[in-house]
């Protein structure tokens, strides 16, 4: 083998060496600029995106004014989970449904027979600050002992619905809800 050879593939190796190296940072600094930069901006994007969350508590009061009826007094408790400001309106649907429940032979729950609606009483509509929880009480009247469910329901705003349609992978027509709800018995 000549010197001059070997002069030669010195200069050919480091030269491929070079260009694995200049490969490599690319690679890493793509890695790093996925990882870091746009992992907190997605991690922002969904957090922008959380929507609400939604508790409700009901129970029978033990007294009304009418001795006919019996009441149930529900707080629903809203909290915006997003990182932005969220308007919640009741206006379009009213929030607070009461459905009886009942049961087959066989012991098993049959579909809830919805009773009423009951709009909000004291907002039409709300802004929620983020991480902000709001609570709305609630008192309705019923004629019957038995099982009730008690639930709140809130529209999807414009952005929450093309999450869900882009999560779902389709459009729908039908309105689209977040929700609370529980089960009181009335005895």
């Not at 909290?79 to 009461?98: D, H, I, K, Y």
């Not at 009773?115 to 709305?136: D, G, H, Q």
């Amino acid at each position: 083998m000549k010197i001059e050879d070997h002069e030669r593939f010195s200069n050919v190796a480091s030269g491929i060496q070079n260009i694995v190296v200049i490969v490599a940072v690319v690679i890493g600094g793509l890695f790093t600029l996925s990882t870091f930069l746009l992992g907190d901006w997605a991690e922002h994007s969904r957090r922008q995106n959380l929507g609400l969350s939604i508790n409700v508590k009901a129970k029978q009061e033990e007294k009304g004014p009418d001795p006919n009826h019996y009441y149930i007094s529900a707080v629903v408790e809203i909290t915006n989970r997003g990182s932005a400001p969220r308007s919640v309106e009741f206006e379009e649907v009213s929030p607070l449904r009461v459905e009886t429940i009942d049961f087959d032979e066989q012991g098993r729950t049959e579909t809830p027979v919805l009773l009423f609606i009951e709009k909000n009483p004291n907002a039409m509509s709300r802004v929620i600050r983020s991480e902000e929880t709001v609570n709305y009480p609630f008192l309705v009247r019923v004629k019957n002992k038995g099982f009730y469910r008690v639930s709140l329901w809130v529209k999807l705003n414009k952005d929450e619905r093309k999450v869900h349609e882009a999560t779902v992978g389709n459009e729908t027509s039908e309105d689209i809800f977040w929700d609370g709800q529980t089960i009181v018995l009335v005895k």
